[in-house]
Each structure stands twice: as structure tokens, then as C-alpha cells.
């Protein structure tokens, strides 16, 4: 028998008022696995993660973890659960330690203060007072205090906001080493370089949908090739070439003139074949000339342009 995913939404909708914030949403983690939800602002990842977690009540469809209803079976889940809200709140005046100390005694099992503040490298920090702590420490002791119960299931709203670049690669190994060790883990982030360095699958939201979802391959597949250079200054934009058939998009950067095409991904090797040659007959040096594949950040905003595929 397949074992059942340890989350499982199923046409999940939920309601503030006359607002429909979450319209309809369908998705599953397996055991040990990292999805991640992406998408717009107010899009409705948070209001999805808080029903997971047990704070609401679905509006309609079902939510399951690890095989329960969050809300109505709460005492049965929670335990298992490890939760980083996207704002959480401390005692100013308690320091890292202190809070650590106080939470481990809600929690079945903790462990050790000292192993979860070096986990999140915050062990310096024992002794300072919560309210000193800058924005990416506090997120640090978050997900110090989401950790400690040694959850099955890691629930992470936005968890690397405010974190300096060194800081988010550490905590996204501290992320993967949990996955390795078979943590279950539902992540947001807007980060979507995050995504793609985590992510066994992830989707991307709109207004309350599910617009897209898949591996990063997946999510990726269908939507081009990227071929862009910086206009010749002597070039008139309405006399550069067509490239399989595709115009360029023009955008400024630093002052100049940029032209990206988006081309199928059978027509890369056409496309530059075509635009060398018309530089080449132009005399014409290309500055700045890329050929990648379409980023996750080329799809989001297509899709947050309602685009979608
Ligand atoms: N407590 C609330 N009362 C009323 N409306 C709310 C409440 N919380 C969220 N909303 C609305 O529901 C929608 C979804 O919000 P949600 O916080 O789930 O989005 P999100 O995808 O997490 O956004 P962000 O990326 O900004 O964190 C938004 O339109 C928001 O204004
Ligand atoms: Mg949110």
C-alpha cells in the first residue's frame, strides 16, 4: 500500500467576509518532501499554511496531516508539528535563551537549548534580549523554536525574510539536512531562488489559485528560451530582426536600450544562428548577449501578469 501524503489539501477554500482569499486549492506533500508555495502578495499562501496548521477551520474541502483533520483533531497533530509563522512575536524583555527555555517547556521531548540555537547559528546570541535582536535573528529564533520538538511535519511562513544572504544559505542547509533526515517541510517564500535551491515540487499562487505547480522542470517546461543583448546604439528598435518568428520585448537598463526574445525551446539554436548572422551582415558587435533557459522568475510573473501558460 502507498502510504498517505502527510499533507493533503483537497479544493481547499477559505472566506474573510465577502473576500475569497483561497479559491479552490488541491496540492499533497509526501513524507519527505519540501514544497514550496510561491506567489503575489495576498495570494493566500499564509491563509492556506495557518489551516494546516490548525488556526482555521477550512471554509470548505479538507485539509489533512499526517492522516488528521488540524483543526478538529489539533491535540493529536500539533505535536508533531514544528511552526514558523511569518510574523511571530517574542517576550522583549526574555532573552534567546530564556525564550528557548520557556518554549521548551511546552514541548514533548525538546531538544537541548544549546543544539537548536547552534542549529540556527544564534548560539552568540544566548544572552541578548529578544527586542535586540535585528529582523534576521528573530527569524533565526523562530525557526529555533519551530524546530525544537523535532517535528515530523515543518510548516515555514516565509522563514529567510529579512536574512542576509550569508544567513540564508545557512538556514536553507539546516532546511535540506531536515529533508534529508526525512522532515516533511510546506515552505513560503518570495525568494525564488530559495525555491529553486529547495524545492522537490512547488506552485505558484494567484488571487487564491493554484496557477502553477510542478518540479522547477516542470514549472519551467513549455515556457521558451531567453535570447537578450543591449540594442546598438546606431539600431532603431523597429529594424531589429524577428527571431523564429518571435519580436523583441524592450526594456531599459542602466540607460540602454535591452531586447529580449522569447523563443520556443526547439528554436534557441535557430534564433542565435538568425541573430548572429543579421549582426553579422549589420556589422554590428552584440554587448551583453545571453541565451538561457526561461527563469522561475520569467513564469511568476507571467503569471502574476495572469498570463499563466
Ligand atoms: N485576518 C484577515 N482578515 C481579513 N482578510 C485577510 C486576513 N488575512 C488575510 N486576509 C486577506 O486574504 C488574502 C490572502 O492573504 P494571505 O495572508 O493568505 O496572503 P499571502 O499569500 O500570505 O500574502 P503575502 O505574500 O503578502 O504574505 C489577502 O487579500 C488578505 O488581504
Ligand atoms: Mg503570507
Not at 489539501?9 to 479559491?23: F, P, S
Amino acid at each position: 500500500m502507498i502510504d498517505a501524503p502527510d499533507i493533503q489539501v483537497t479544493d481547499l477554500r477559505q472566506r474573510y467576509g465577502d473576500h475569497e482569499a483561497v479559491a479552490g486549492i488541491s496540492f499533497e506533500v509526501r513524507a519527505g518532501e519540501l514544497y514550496a508555495l510561491l506567489g503575489t502578495n495576498g495570494a493566500g499562501k499564509t491563509t492556506t499554511l495557518e489551516t494546516l496548521e490548525g488556526h482555521r477551520r477550512a471554509h470548505s474541502g479538507t485539509v489533512r496531516v499526517l492522516g488528521h483533520d488540524p483543526y478538529q483533531q489539533r491535540a493529536a497533530v500539533r505535536p508533531r508539528m514544528g511552526i514558523m509563522l511569518q510574523e511571530g512575536g517574542f517576550f522583549g524583555d526574555l532573552t534567546v535563551a530564556e525564550t528557548v527555555t520557556h518554549w521548551r517547556g511546552f514541548t514533548p521531548a525538546p531538544r537541548p537549548a544549546a543544539q537548536v540555537l547552534d542549529l540556527v547559528g544564534l548560539a552568540e546570541q544566548a544572552g541578548v534580549r529578544t527586542r535586540q535582536l535585528s529582523g534576521g535573528q528573530k527569524r533565526r529564533l523562530d525557526l529555533a523554536l519551530a524546530l525544537l520538538g523535532r517535528p515530523a511535519v515543518l510548516f515555514l511562513d516565509e522563514p529567510t525574510t529579512g536574512m542576509d544572504p550569508e544567513a540564508r544559505h545557512a538556514t536553507w542547509k539546516v532546511v535540506r539536512d531536515l529533508v534529508a533526515d526525512g522532515t516533511t517541510v510546506l515552505l513560503t517564500t518570495h525568494y525564488l531562488e530559495e525555491a529553486e535551491h529547495l524545492a522537490d515540487r512547488l506552485a505558484i499562487m494567484h488571487r487564491g489559485r493554484i496557477q502553477v505547480t510542478g518540479t522547477v522542470a516542470e514549472v519551467l517546461a513549455g515556457h521558451g528560451d531567453r535570447i537578450s543583448f543591449r540594442v546598438p546604439d546606431r539600431v532603431p528598435v523597429a529594424e531589429l530582426p524577428a527571431l523564429a518568428g518571435n519580436v523583441a520585448d524592450i526594456a531599459v537598463e542602466g540607460g540602454r536600450a535591452v531586447a529580449t526574445y522569447t523563443v520556443p525551446d526547439t528554436g534557441l539554436q535557430a534564433g542565435l544562428y538568425a541573430l548572429l548572422r543579421w549582426a553579422d551582415e549589420h556589422g554590428l558587435a552584440l554587448e551583453g548577449l545571453q541565451a538561457r533557459s526561461a527563469s522561475l522568475e520569467d513564469v511568476f510573473l507571467r503569471t502574476a501578469e495572469g498570463v499563466g501558460r
